[in-house]
């Protein structure tokens, strides 16, 4: 399995960018979560967004109302469309994906991930500045 992100850049505050990841080799079946995480400077790695196979989705308050996260099942792809960027935004950003349901608020796959199991890309760097 491996998982290949793309989309990052650097930006102004206010402005937007929309990072992809496309899973090569994972099934992404209907007991299967895919989902970002974010690492910013000095800060522990964070779960910010999942979305099952059915098109369900949460959101960290973090980013709830600014970013979408999306899928194309056809191409195994998953997207984070980024508004309204905020300078504490910035970080290095994953995809990140399991045979796990997602779970309220995303924190059965969260936990997962973060417990080792799980795949992950090798991350895209947002930096927003202000």
């Known amino acids: 399995v491996q998982l290949m992100e793309s989309g990052g850049g650097s930006v102004q505050s206010g402005g937007s960018l929309r990072l992809s990841c496309t899973a090569y080799g994972f099934t992404y079946s209907r007991d299967s979560c895919m989902g970002w995480f974010r690492q910013a400077p000095g800060k522990e790695r964070e779960g910010i967004a999942t979305i099952d196979r059915r098109g369900a989705t949460t959101y960290a308050d973090s980013v709830k109302g600014r970013f979408t996260i999306s899928q194309d099942i056809a191409k195994n792809t998953l997207y984070l469309q980024m508004n309204s960027l905020k300078p504490e935004d910035t970080g290095m950003y994953y995809c990140?994906?399991?045979?796990?349901?997602?779970?309220?608020?995303?924190?059965?796959?969260?936990?997962?991930?973060?417990?080792?199991?799980?795949?992950w890309g090798q991350g895209t760097q947002v930096t927003v500045s202000s």
């Open positions: 990140a994906a399991d045979v796990v349901f997602c779970g309220s608020g995303g924190n059965d796959f969260f936990h997962r991930l973060g417990s080792g199991s799980g795949y």
